[in-house]
T-cell receptor
Framework: ETGVTQTPRHLVMGMTNKKSLKCEQH?????MYWYKQSAKKPLELMFV???????ENNSVPSRFSPECPNSSHLFLHLHTLQPEDSALYLC????????????FGPGTRLTVL | GNSVTQMEGPVTLSEEAFLTINCTYT??????LFWYVQYPGEGLQLLLK?????DKGSNKGFEATYRKETTSFHLEKGSVQVSDSAVYFC????????????FGKGTMLLVSP
């Protein structure tokens, strides 16, 4: 499945760094999502975009800043992260905001030192 | 609120054994139900889905039936292979407003030759 791609696949950063995660979907979908997957915890929905408008933000700290410049691209800008932010960050897309089938990318494994 | 409960893992089986991974849910209305699979080092892949009561989702030899009376969506496979070793996630979408998935914690399956 190469419909949703994410770069980089692995990222190590210090707490004072600024970095960005990129997601691109090639499925013609109109909705995109960021999830956080931590060890031994259910996947946590972070952000939802539909037609490039943010429609949901699940109380995510401001050190995570999403950007959706068009319906094919989604970014997650990171700054001043904490070690507990180390996790696998997954991007997903769906046909539209009301479509219940989501397709996931391979994820970015983030380690914060 | 919505919730999904999966059996604790890991589930350890020999090749060609029968697999059952239990999943029960709590939701308002009539959600859609999903099984996703995550192979080591990869993102989530949609395995199968069912959108209404008594529907059976199937793919790659895996099956799950939407049981409204028992609020369950158990995953089964008649004969597992080593290549089925992965983490399996049960999820629901309540189809209200924008699509959001509620995931279980995941069940690791280990299949030995």
């Amino acid at each position: 499945e190469t419909g949703v791609t994410q770069t980089p696949r692995h990222l190590v950063m210090g707490m004072t760094n600024k970095k960005s995660l990129k997601c691109e979907q090639h499925l013609g979908h109109n909705a995109m999502y960021w999830y956080k997957q931590s060890a031994k915890k259910p996947l946590e929905l972070m952000f939802v975009y539909s037609l490039e408008e943010r429609v949901e933000n699940n109380s995510v700290p401001s050190r995570f800043s999403p950007e959706c410049p068009n319906s094919s691209h989604l970014f997650l800008h990171l700054h001043t992260l904490q070690p507990e932010d180390s996790a696998l960050y997954l991007c997903a897309s769906s046909q539209d905001g009301g479509s219940d089938t989501q397709y996931f990318g391979p994820g970015t494994r983030l380690t914060v030192l | 609120g919505n919730s999904v409960t999966q059996m604790e893992g890991p589930v350890t089986l020999s090749e060609e054994a029968f697999l059952t991974i239990n999943c029960t849910y709590t939701a308002t209305g009539y959600p859609s139900l999903f099984w996703y699979v995550q192979y080591p080092g990869e993102g989530l892949q949609l395995l199968l889905k069912a959108t209404k009561a008594d529907d059976k989702g199937s793919n790659k030899g895996f099956e799950a039936t939407y049981r409204k009376e028992t609020t369950s969506f158990h995953l089964e496979k008649g004969s597992v292979q080593v290549s089925d070793s992965a983490v399996y996630f049960c999820a629901l979408s309540d189809k209200s407003g924008y699509s959001t998935l509620t995931f279980g914690k995941g069940t690791m399956l280990l299949v030995s030759p």
